[in-house]
Nanobody
Framework: QVQLVESGGGLVQAGGSLRLSCAPAGRTLSTYAMAWFRQAPGKERVFTAA????????WYADDVKGRFTISRDKPKNTVYLQMNSLKPEDTAVYYC????????????????WGQGTQVTVSS
């Protein structure tokens, strides 16, 4: 497993934007896909977006389509989540994760996780 480090969270007003970053600590990523999950207080960790590391193909949860964009910079070994038109319901801890096996929509399919970064959207 590889240690992942997220950054870029913070407090933003509704309608604002944030960009999250995630990179491995001290190692090169070697994975089928990278994903972002989020966990709101008292709720389960849920799929938000994923990207195929080689091809750049992307997948999104329905509630973020058209507002969030996942991307990766292979030379920098970094994955990003650009979040626009943020809503109070987007408030959560956001985690990046590296895929191991199984469906990319399910957290158990991912074997390496970051520590999470808090995103708070005020109304």
């Amino acid at each position: 497993q590889v240690q992942l480090v997220e950054s870029g969270g913070g407090l933003v007003q509704a309608g604002g934007s944030l960009r999250l970053s995630c990179a491995p600590a001290g190692r090169t990523l070697s994975t089928y896909a990278m994903a972002w999950f989020r966990q709101a207080p008292g709720k389960e960790r849920v799929f938000t977006a994923a990207i195929h590391w080689s091809s750049g193909s992307t997948w999104y949860a329905d509630d973020v389509k058209g507002r969030f964009t996942i991307s990766r910079d292979k030379p920098k070994n970094t994955v990003y989540l650009q979040m626009n038109s943020l809503k109070p319901e987007d408030t959560a801890v956001y985690y990046c994760a590296a895929h191991v096996s199984g469906s990319i929509y399910y957290a158990p399919s991912f074997g390496s996780w970051g520590q999470g970064t808090q995103v708070t959207v005020s109304s």
